[in-house]
């Protein structure tokens, strides 16, 4: 744990500290060998002991910029992020505030925001649902930052032959359960005035859901992107439901501690609107968007496509006027009422109000006493003010 | 001397329970809604939770759903790898001509790491029970099978030439002389190989399950339930205590005489 922290300059700083104690004390083992044999393992191991707690202690002290971790991992509304840190827009802005923003991608998306919510990193890219469901019941008071996009089509139901939801019945579908895929999946379910319990679910790793179906001739399973837009191409697959028609409630943050420092914040929501900025401009856009594909894997093609089904806010104004509507508030209150139905608020929660999601204009969804989510549009405004 | 032994043994258990308790008041201190180092009552409550309440949505009680699906597929996956193992072991073990067709093909199966396979096992043999099996006993078997060779190899020729020249079959001397004999090292064997087993089960119903003890632990790590996570794998290394045990006993009751042999 303490190695994970140390990394870069740290690291290397550490390493060359070691090195440095390491020939005095190797020299010492040495002569102390001679004198009294085996009980130089004792000193060795002693004088390892100091040298490292020296070496840690010194490194703590002598910092000047503060270092912020932010964790994201892969999906197109937040490739952006590799993007700002690529093209120097997260230094400029840490720059601008005095501070240093350290990006780090995590190969698992829940495991991202496990991290996040253990403290490790300051931010974390996730959904609204994860954001209620992991930091916010767990305790952890998180502010909405930024409103990155909403999915309108990244997240969908693909069958091999099935035409409708009702075909669903009695069926196998494979998705990564608790996820937002459930989330479509349930919300699917109830514009149709069905139930969960009509058809066996089977948790599904997204790492193999995509292969699975393709070889599966009566595979049926709820996924995002890019997994899905690779699956529905499979010959006789197809999308029967999309969250386009559930507009605006499939939303992609960044989400920080509310009690990360101003800069902080300052920092990011600027570097992200000014990466937004980039992707609008015609000429910046080709470079950004051929960065962002080859990083996740896809190409070119591919990754506008993705940007089709993905609605980003690509103006400060828009995303902060977005936090004000009322459509937000019912949006939480279906993702909570769906969250705590499914369990994902633990044993210990007696209701759906177990935890408080604030809004922009003051209202609280919830416990008010327990107010764990932030929508916070004060720096979004201030981005779009010109005022960052 | 053995109150020091039974304090020694009992030292690393109870330090481990002190730190976690300490670290875990510090952290609830902080943020009463810690859910990374959840206090034992948490935990009691929730074990308690998955153990005797209805699921209202399945209408089950989730850990007794949890157990059952797991221990059906790693005693189906571990019972077919031992008497495969031992059938194909002891023939390998006897008669040259199984062993050329066999041995050379057995080790290469061996060395491959199951784990890597798979995403091949869920593609060719689909979601359901009979992918997580096979991952058991593709696992477990090489291993069991290669050790019931070699036993049988270390068995002295004379013994099968007597049986043989005393008017024993060849049928008669495989399965009525030798596989006693190696019996009691397939049961060890096989328990041995019951930790790997584990392994295998768990990694399948993490990727692709609808039930079973590894399923609910990569489940509700989604919400980072570790007061459900702690209790479960205590219970797996319960259910792993009790089979190890189990088997132990029945081997130094039933073959005696392998114990001593051993030494």
Not at chain 2, 7 to 24: E, G, K, Q, V
Not at chain 2, 64 to 86: E, H, N, V
Not at chain 2, 145 to 169: M, N, Y
């Amino acid at each position: 744990m303490m190695i994970n922290r140390l990394k870069g300059q740290q690291l290397s700083s550490i390493l060359y500290i070691l090195k440095f104690d390491y020939g005095l004390f190797f020299s010492y083992i040495e002569s102390s060998q001679y004198e009294s044999g085996t009980g130089g393992i004792m000193k060795k191991s002693i004088i390892a002991v100091i040298v490292l707690s020296m070496a840690f202690f010194s490194l703590s002290c002598g910092q000047q910029k503060k270092e912020y971790r932010i964790a994201w991992s892969h999906y197109t509304g937040w490739e952006p992020w590799e993007y700002a840190e690529h093209a120097g827009i997260l230094k400029k802005w840490g720059d601008k505030y005095n501070i240093t923003i350290k990006l780090e991608r995590i190969n698992d998306y829940i495991e991202s925001i496990n991290l996040y919510t253990a403290g490790k990193f300051q931010g974390c890219a996730m959904t609204n649902m994860d954001a209620l469901t992991i930091p916010a019941v767990g305790g952890v008071d998180s502010t909405v930052l930024i409103i990155g996009d909403y999915s309108n089509g990244n997240d969908g139901i693909i069958t091999r032959g099935e035409k409708s939801l009702k075909d669903l019945k009695g069926k196998k579908v494979m998705l990564v359960q608790l996820s937002v895929s459930h989330y479509l999946l349930s919300r699917a379910l109830d514009m149709n005035g069905m139930q969960e319990k009509e058809m066996t679910l089977i948790n599904t790793s997204d790492a193999e859901i995509g292969a699975i179906f393709k070889t599966q001739k009566d595979a049926i399973a709820v996924t995002w992107n890019p997994i899905l837009m690779n699956a529905v191409k499979t010959p006789g697959a197809t999308m029967i439901f999309d969250s386009s028609k559930i507009p605006g409630e499939i939303l992609d943050l960044m989400v920080v501690h509310s009690k990360a420092p101003d800069e902080l914040k300052k920092a990011l929501t600027g570097a992200w609107f000014e990466t937004m900025q980039a992707l609008e401009d015609k000429e910046k856009m080709k470079a950004a968007v051929e960065y962002m594909a080859a990083n996740s894997g896809a190409t070119y093609d591919e990754f506008i496509a993705q940007l089709k089904t993905t609605a980003i806010f690509y103006k400060a104004s828009d995303a902060a006027k977005f936090s004000k509507e009322e459509k937000l508030k019912k949006t939480m209150d279906y993702v909570r009422k769906f969250s705590f139905d499914k369990g994902l608020f633990g044993k210990a929660a007696a209701s759906a109000d177990y935890v408080g999601i604030e809004f922009p204009d003051g209202t609280v969804l919830g416990d008010k006493k327990n107010v764990k989510m932030r929508f916070d549009d004060k720096y979004m405004q201030m981005a779009a003010e010109g005022k960052l | 001397m053995g109150k020091l032994k039974l304090f020694l043994t009992a030292l690393p258990f109870i330090l481990s329970i002190a730190i976690y308790f300490t670290a875990s008041q510090i952290r609830h201190a902080e943020n009463p809604g810690d859910k990374i180092l959840p206090t034992f009552t948490q935990m009691g409550e929730a074990a308690y939770k998955m153990a005797f309440e209805i699921d209202p949505r399945t209408g089950e009680r989730l850990m007794l759903t949890d157990t059952l699906s797991s221990m059906k597929r790693i005693l189906i996956g571990m019972i077919a790898a031992s008497l495969l193992g031992l059938i194909i072991g002891l023939n390998m073990g006897l008669f040259p001509g199984v062993e050329a067709l066999s041995s050379v093909f057995i080790t290469f199966i061996s060395i491959i790491p199951p784990l890597s396979i798979l995403p091949i096992l869920f593609i060719t043999l689909g979601v359901d029970e009979f992918a997580k099996i096979m991952l058991i006993f593709i696992g477990t078997f090489p291993l069991i099978c290669r050790d019931i060779f070699l036993t049988v190899k270390k068995i002295p020729q004379e013994q099968i030439t007597k049986s043989l020249t005393l008017g024993a079959s060849q049928f008669q001397a495989t399965y009525g002389i030798i596989m006693p004999q190696v019996l009691p090292r397939l049961i060890d064997t096989t328990r041995l190989s019951f930790g790997a087993a584990w392994l295998f089960l768990i990694a399948a119903e993490a990727i692709v399950s609808d039930s079973g003890l590894g399923y609910r632990i990569f489940l509700v790590r989604r919400y980072l339930a570790m007061d459900i996570i702690i209790p479960y794998v205590f219970l797996i290394t319960f259910l792993g205590f009790v089979i190890d045990w189990s088997l132990k006993k029945f081997v130094a009751s039933r073959y005696s005489w392998y114990i001593q042999s051993k030494g």
